[in-house]
């Protein structure tokens, strides 16, 4: 974990109010996982605790971290009125990535994304396809309506796009496009890697259930360090045992097994 210093080498507004922004940030970039997520500092002072924002991409060879995010609140508006050449100061990688290992025994890897969670399934893809490059790779991406990001996954894997109300792709949500897809597809077994809304992750326990698919959930919590020492982020997990145990988002997570998640 570092923090430092970095200069915003771009920021771009992708879409209304969605806007990616690279740093030049050499050794975050050499360690960086897919899953793990950075706290970015704002400058102005009424703004004390970081802004938690997951790592989009991780360029080690040249040196630069992207990140992609919404303008929700005072704190992403002050990010996004930076501009390439300003600096900014940053804490990460922080939490644990998604496990890739699981990955191996696997016929086939789904990666969804829904909205927001979609940018993480970026880094994640690129560095599966790397590890396995004979493994097909199906991105389902769920939209409200028009897609602000989609094409670029296509270089790692198929992209299977959905949206509420039919603009893009599958008219459905993302678990009725893979429903759709494994009505004809050849059985096997696969591996399943999400972040997005918390109805999107709990409508995929039931599905991954009845289809015997091993998942792994980015799950997104309020947070105040960001490091795991003053335990404000909290999710439940179902133990072996039968009952349930608190972890932190920050520090434990952000990547849990999905069937062991209890959303509230
Ligand atoms: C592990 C993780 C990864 C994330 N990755 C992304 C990402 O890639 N892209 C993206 O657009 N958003 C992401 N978020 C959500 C992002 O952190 C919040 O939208 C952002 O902190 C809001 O700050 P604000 O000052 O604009 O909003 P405000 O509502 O004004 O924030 C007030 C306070 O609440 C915290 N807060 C508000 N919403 C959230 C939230 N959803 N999660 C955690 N803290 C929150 C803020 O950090 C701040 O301390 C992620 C959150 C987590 C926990």
């Given amino acids: 974990m570092i923090t430092d210093t970095y200069t915003i080498i771009s920021q771009e507004e992708l879409s209304p109010g969605i806007f990616q922004m690279a740093?030049?940030?050499?050794?975050?970039?050499?360690?960086?996982?897919?899953?793990?997520?950075?706290?970015i500092y704002c400058a102005s002072k009424d703004k004390l605790l970081p802004r938690p924002i997951s790592l989009f991409d991780a360029d080690p060879v040249e040196g630069t971290l992207s990140l992609i995010y919404a303008v929700v609140?005072?704190?992403?508006?002050?990010?996004s009125s930076m501009v390439e050449g300003d600096t900014i100061r940053v804490t990460g990688p922080l939490g644990h990535g998604f496990p890739l290992e699981q990955a191996r025994k696997m016929e086939e890897i789904f990666l969804v994304g829904g909205g927001l969670g979609i940018p993480p399934m970026y880094l994640l893809a690129r560095r599966l396809h790397i590890l396995y490059p004979e493994k097909p790779i199906?991105?389902?991406?769920?939209?409200?309506?028009?897609?602000?990001?989609?094409?670029?996954f296509s270089a790692f894997g198929e992209v299977l796009p959905s949206s509420d109300d039919g603009a893009c792709g599958f008219?459905?949500?993302?678990?009725?496009?893979?429903?759709?897809?494994?009505?004809?597809?050849?059985s096997g077994s696969r591996i399943l890697y999400?972040?997005?809304?918390?109805?999107?992750?709990?409508?995929?326990?039931?599905?991954?259930?009845?289809?015997?698919?091993?998942?792994?959930?980015?799950?997104?919590?309020?947070?105040g360090c960001g490091f795991g020492a003053?335990?404000?982020?909290?999710?439940?997990?179902?133990t072996e045992e039968g009952g349930s145990v608190l972890k932190r988002v920050c520090k434990?997570?952000?990547?849990?097994?999905?069937?062991d998640v209890i959303f509230a």
């Fill in 23 to 39: 740093l030049y940030a050499p050794q975050m970039a050499q360690e960086a996982l897919p899953g793990q997520f950075v706290d």
């Fill in 73 to 79: 609140g005072k704190g992403t508006e002050e990010i």
């Fill in 138 to 152: 199906r991105v389902f991406l769920g939209f409200r309506s028009e897609p602000w990001i989609g094409e670029i």
């Fill in 171 to 186: 008219k459905g949500t993302v678990i009725d496009r893979m429903k759709n897809y494994l009505d004809t597809a050849d």
């Fill in 194 to 223: 999400a972040c997005g809304p918390i109805p999107m992750m709990r409508a995929i326990q039931p599905f991954a259930a009845d289809h015997d698919i091993e998942t792994w959930f980015s799950l997104e919590e309020r947070m």
């Fill in 230 to 238: 003053c335990y404000g982020c909290p999710a439940r997990l179902r």
């Fill in 252 to 259: 434990d997570g952000p990547v849990f097994p999905g069937k």
